[in-house]
């Protein structure tokens, strides 16, 4: 059974915090999303990994990072936390083969206060 | 630039009625793909389906049927005798094949089933 696990359901951190989020997934994809779903916005793209150290841009980078050491996890950084940053954090992976197929995990919803 | 729209942000309807979920998709791209997503309240999303642009034809499994038409631009979504637990919310996204393994969804339609 496919498995995309994120590090906490929920958080709430205070405004200026660092906060990292956490991905993990067990079917040795190789491509990983971190996306923010926000009511009436959908899914938006933040940034992806197509292998370990790789990463690119999505829609709406600025005022994260990521990190992808190794092939299984995928890190979501927010540098300096703002009340804007307040959504759910959705993390997905797929395979090259199906990029479409992405699997995702249960979503961390942060409470930036 | 690509965009969905999922003009319904919310449904509700009484078991066993019929609903449908529209999607209606902008793209300059001639190779694109389109899929569904569902979100049950656990939060994962799950793929329902996907269909590319090359290909129109109507699809069905089980309960849930797609119709997909190019000239419309719109890829809907039935839910045929609805039930209890396809309370959910419903994603429509686009993919083009220029922008790799990006996708853009639209804003969900959220699907209360009653009993």
């Known amino acids: 059974d496919v498995k995309v696990t994120q590090s906490s359901r929920y958080l709430v951190k205070r405004t200026g915090e660092k906060v990292f989020l956490e991905c993990v997934q067990d079917m040795d994809h190789e491509n990983m999303f971190w996306y923010r779903q926000d009511p009436g916005l959908g899914l938006r793209l933040i940034y992806f990994?197509?292998?370990?150290?790789?990463?690119e841009k999505g829609d709406i980078p600025e005022g994260y990072s990521v990190s992808r050491e190794k092939k299984e996890r995928f890190s979501l950084i927010l540098e300096s936390a703002s009340t804007n940053q307040t959504s759910m954090y959705l993390c997905a992976s797929s395979r090259p083969q199906k990029p479409y197929e992405q699997y995702f995990g249960p979503g961390t919803r942060l409470t930036v206060t | 630039a690509q965009k969905v729209t999922q003009a319904q942000t919310e449904i509700s309807v009484v078991e066993k009625e019929d609903v449908t979920l529209d999607c209606v998709y902008e793209?300059?791209?001639?190779?694109?793909?389109l899929f569904w997503y569902k979100q049950p309240p656990s939060g994962e999303l799950v793929f329902l389906i996907r269909r590319n642009s090359f290909d129109e034809q109507n699809e069905i499994s089980g309960r849930y049927s797609w119709n997909f038409q190019k000239s419309t631009s719109s890829f809907n979504f039935t839910i045929t005798a609805s039930q209890v637990v396809d309370s959910a919310v419903y994603f429509c996204?686009?993919?083009?094949?220029?922008?790799?393994?990006?996708?853009?969804f639209g804003g969900g339609t959220r699907v209360l089933v009653k009993p």
């Open positions: 793209t300059r791209d001639t190779t694109y793909y």
């Open positions: 996204a686009l993919r083009v094949r220029a922008a790799g393994n990006k996708l853009t």
């Open positions: 990994s197509y292998d370990v150290k790789m990463k």
